[in-house]
Nanobody, 120 residues
Framework: QVQVVESGGGLVQPGGSLILSCAAS????????MGWYRQAPGKQRELVAG??????TYADSVKGRFTISRDNAKNTVFLQMGSLKPEDTATYYC???????????????WGKGTLVIVSS
């Protein structure tokens, strides 16, 4: 089993910045991909940014404003959010795709989410 815990959410004014952190722990042999998703009220959950060993992906709506990074030694992923807009308001979820052994299947684990509110 893998535990995924997000932190760093809160209330921020439009144009402001915020950094989210996500730490994975437990039965981890290898982490394949770590990603941030968000879900606004009444909307579907959407990918914000994802990172593997060789690729970084961003949603078009956050390109140039958000940066995802990863600390492999600490099984941690960060999301630096800048130039925040009211439409960025959502619960942000971290997803970790990992294997418990070299031969085990890749399983995705979700955190419980952290709320980001962009408002004046």
């Amino acid at each position: 089993q893998v535990q995924v815990v997000e932190s760093g959410g809160g209330l921020v004014q439009p144009g402001g910045s915020l950094i989210l952190s996500c730490a994975a722990s437990g039965s981890i042999f290898r982490i394949n991909e770590m990603g941030w998703y968000r879900q606004a009220p009444g909307k579907q959950r959407e990918l914000v940014a994802g990172i593997t060993s060789g690729r970084i992906t961003y949603a078009d709506s956050v390109k140039g404003r958000f940066t995802i990074s990863r600390d492999n030694a600490k099984n941690t992923v960060f999301l630096q959010m800048g130039s925040l807009k009211p439409e960025d308001t959502a619960t942000y979820y971290c997803k970790v795709d990992s294997q418990s052994t070299n031969a085990a299947p890749v399983i995705g684990y979700w955190g419980k989410g952290t709320l980001v509110i962009v408002s004046s």
